[in-house]
C-alpha cells in the first residue's frame, strides 16, 4: 500500500554534488520522521542524516557541513543534497520513512518503510 521511490543518484566526480529524492505514495495517513542511510560495500548500512516532521535534522558526524536533508510534507518528500562528494561516500543510499496508511477502509498502520536504494558512485 505504501512505496518509497528514491530518485537522483549516478556517477559523479570528487568533489561534485547530487540531490537525492524520495517520494512516498499510496495510502497514507501521515508522514513522521524521515532519514537517509546508507550502506557501502562491505559494510553495514549505516544513518547520513535524518529530519523530523517540525524540520529538526541530524547528521552523522562525517556528513556535518556537506550534506543537507530538507523535505516537503505537502508532498511526502526527502530530500539529501549532498556537496563535496568524495569517494568513500560510494554506496547504495535507502530512504526511511516512519509513517502511518490505510489498510482498509477503518484500519491505520503505523511502521517504518524502507526504498529500494539507489546507487551513488563517487570516482577519485
Known amino acids: 500500500q505504501v512505496q518509497l521511490v528514491e530518485s537522483g543518484g549516478g556517477l559523479v566526480q570528487a568533489g561534485g554534488s547530487l540531490r537525492l529524492s524520495c517520494a512516498a505514495s499510496?495510502?497514507?495517513?501521515?508522514?513522521?520522521?524521515m532519514a537517509w542511510y546508507r550502506q557501502a560495500p562491505g559494510k553495514q548500512r549505516e544513518l547520513v542524516a535524518s529530519i523530523t516532521t517540525g524540520g529538526s535534522t541530524d547528521y552523522a558526524d562525517s556528513e556535518k557541513g556537506r550534506f543537507t536533508i530538507s523535505r516537503d510534507n505537502a508532498k511526502n518528500t526527502v530530500y539529501l543534497q549532498m556537496n563535496s562528494l568524495n569517494p568513500e561516500d560510494t554506496a547504495v543510499y535507502y530512504c526511511?520513512?516512519?509513517?502511518?496508511?490505510?489498510?482498509?477502509?477503518?484500519?491505520?498502520?503505523?511502521?517504518?518503510?524502507w526504498g529500494q536504494g539507489i546507487e551513488v558512485t563517487v570516482s577519485s
Open positions: 526511511y520513512a516512519y509513517l502511518t496508511y490505510y489498510r482498509g477502509t477503518n484500519q491505520r498502520i503505523s511502521r517504518g518503510h
Open positions: 499510496g495510502s497514507i495517513f501521515s508522514v513522521n520522521d
